[in-house]
């Protein structure tokens, strides 16, 4: 009798738990049940001028900002309403350099290696780009399939590309995969008339920028990425002509399509200079003959102040370098930080000696037997290199735009979403004020890439992609790891939810 006595109360009980957890399992996965929801008493950061609206209340709808007022509490019993006393609001972050086709850590004989870790991977990989805020993202240069395996995601960043990269024929980066697999990876293979040898199937006919370039249309891409890469500051791989490269900017720009080019040496920027490219995806830290130089020698300011005189955006991609240092770091991959981004499967892999491959290849490219303090300290000076360069270009009034390069390579020092605050921090170090970061990484790089009518700033009519900071963005660059609730595509989630941890 005493035990039939308790089911009842049991039953409450569970029955009480299991609505609790059903109320929040529908909230956190599926869309919010409602359409319209209010933002109460927040401070709006402007980042095309950084000046901070105080005490502003912001009606969402539909996923589009339908109303801005000084009206402090607005109240709707059909709406949510999100108190956001003391708290900022501004826009989503874009990432304009991303690379969702790698998986953090392998190369492709590893992803079919281990098909479970790529599986995880891939899944919480949109959700670690929003975990750090960054709701929209531009690929430039995915394999075929992997930007619509992105988009299937149910809750994930917008995603843009350039489409299929322009790739010169035996140039980089096609060069590292194998021949047999080079068209089907790169679809826009540039037929190269100064190689003495050419793929099967690849002709001038059907392989040029122009039907490349429309292919790149048809795919969707809002850009055209191209590569002038020698061989990282040692002359070892073909790159285009430039009268080539000036075709490619031509031709893209008949379809205002900015041209982004891999350039990362003054000889890679001296050459694109005058060729209507529209931005540079990497600074300046190979600096070629004049590697080992103080401050920043004349030729350099010189090639810069023409890039400055054409208008020619640059994204500086200090992690690019960085990066690489980290796989030398022991702590890196012990830090809590990596566990809100990746799976806990795949951080016990990139511990393992299978994982360390990448920087095995790293320390080739250095005399054998070199000291590890010295290889770090030629990754210093590279770095400083890059660094001082841009300031230089910054300085001088050149145009700056948010791209993180995400992964830049195999290595597991550039986490997608990690990689991309720890970019934005170092930007921070190099000097560049906190407006000029916010409006690099929001409304110049819409502006950039044609985006600037739906995304980048907060004004009415506008997508609802925005990221409520406990932390002013123009007085800390801290604000950025201080997110209190992402709002994407018009639907607020608390930065938890997209934590890799809440999903094992």
């Known amino acids: 009798m005493h035990h039939l006595r308790k089911q009842p109360l049991l039953l409450i009980s569970l029955l009480t738990i299991y609505h609790l957890l059903f109320n929040t399992f529908c909230y956190a996965t599926t869309s919010p049940p409602y359409s319209t929801f209010i933002v109460n008493n927040i401070n709006i950061i402007n980042p095309e001028i950084g000046i901070v609206n105080k005490k502003q209340s912001v009606i969402i709808q539909n996923g589009i900002i339908k109303r801005i007022t000084s009206v402090k509490n607005i109240t709707d019993r059909s709406s949510k309403i999100i108190d956001g006393s003391g708290k900022y609001l501004i826009p989503g972050l874009i990432d304009s350099h991303v690379h969702i086709s790698s998986t953090v850590g392998m190369h492709l004989g590893h992803e079919k290696k281990h098909p479970e870790l790529v599986k995880l991977f891939k899944a919480q990989l949109p959700h670690a780009y929003l975990y750090y805020g960054f709701t929209s993202l531009v690929d430039l240069g995915a394999y075929p399939g992997r930007i619509d395996e992105f988009k299937a995601h149910p809750i994930r960043p917008e995603l843009y590309s350039c489409g299929s990269s322009l790739v010169l024929e035996n140039g980089y980066p096609v060069l590292f995969q194998p021949k047999e697999s080079r068209l089907a990876l790169f679809p826009n293979l540039l037929f190269n008339p100064q190689s003495k040898t050419h793929l099967p199937r690849?002709?001038?006919?059907?392989?040029?920028?122009?039907?490349?370039?429309?292919?790149?249309?048809?795919?969707?891409?809002?850009?055209?990425?191209?590569?002038?890469?020698?061989?990282?500051?040692?002359?070892?791989?073909?790159?285009?002509?430039?009268?080539?490269?000036?075709?490619?900017?031509?031709?893209?720009?008949?379809?205002?399509?900015?041209?982004?080019?891999?350039?990362?040496?003054?000889?890679?920027?001296?050459?694109?200079?005058?060729?209507?490219?529209?931005?540079?995806?990497?600074?300046?830290?190979?600096?070629?003959?004049?590697?080992?130089?103080?401050?920043?020698?004349?030729?350099?300011?010189?090639?810069?102040?023409?890039?400055?005189?054409?208008?020619?955006?640059?994204?500086?991609?200090?992690?690019?370098?960085?990066?690489?240092?980290?796989?030398?770091?022991?702590?890196?991959?012990?830090?809590?930080?990596?566990?809100?981004?990746?799976?806990?499967?795949?951080?016990?892999?990139l511990k393992t000696p299978e994982a360390n491959w990448f920087k095995t290849k790293l320390l080739t490219k250095v005399p054998k037997e070199t000291p590890i303090p010295e290889v770090l300290n030629i990754m210093r000076r590279i770095y400083s290199e890059g660094e001082r360069a841009f300031q230089y270009f910054y300085q001088h009034k050149g145009k700056i735009l948010f791209g993180s390069d995400t992964p830049s390579s195999p290595t597991y020092g550039s986490i997608p979403g990690l990689n991309g605050f720890l970019e934005l921090r170092a930007m921070a170090i190099a000097g560049i004020t906190l407006k000029d970061i916010l409006a690099a990484a929001t409304i110049n790089n819409a502006r950039a890439l044609g985006l600037d009518q739906s995304i980048g700033s907060i004004s009415e009519g506008k997508t609802a992609n925005l990221l409520i900071l406990d932390k002013n963005p123009l007085e800390t660059i801290s604000a950025y790891n201080a997110i209190n609730t992402v709002i994407i595509y018009g639907h607020p989630y608390k930065r938890s939810f997209f934590s890799a941890q809440s999903t094992q």
């Open 202 to 349: 690849l002709s001038a006919e059907n392989n040029n920028v122009r039907t490349s370039i429309q292919r790149v249309i048809n795919e969707g891409g809002i850009c055209v990425k191209s590569y002038h890469e020698d061989g990282f500051a040692k002359s070892i791989w073909p790159v285009p002509s430039v009268d080539f490269q000036r075709t490619i900017n031509q031709e893209a720009a008949k379809y205002n399509l900015p041209s982004i080019v891999h350039a990362n040496s003054i000889n890679a920027y001296k050459l694109i200079a005058n060729t209507g490219v529209n931005i540079i995806a990497h600074g300046m830290w190979n600096w070629d003959e004049f590697k080992g130089k103080p401050n920043v020698p004349q030729e350099i300011k010189t090639v810069l102040d023409k890039i400055i005189k054409n208008n020619v955006a640059i994204m500086p991609t200090f992690r690019v370098i960085s990066s690489n240092m980290d796989l030398f770091d022991p702590s890196f991959l012990n830090s809590s930080t990596l566990f809100n981004v990746l799976p806990s499967q795949h951080i016990a892999w």
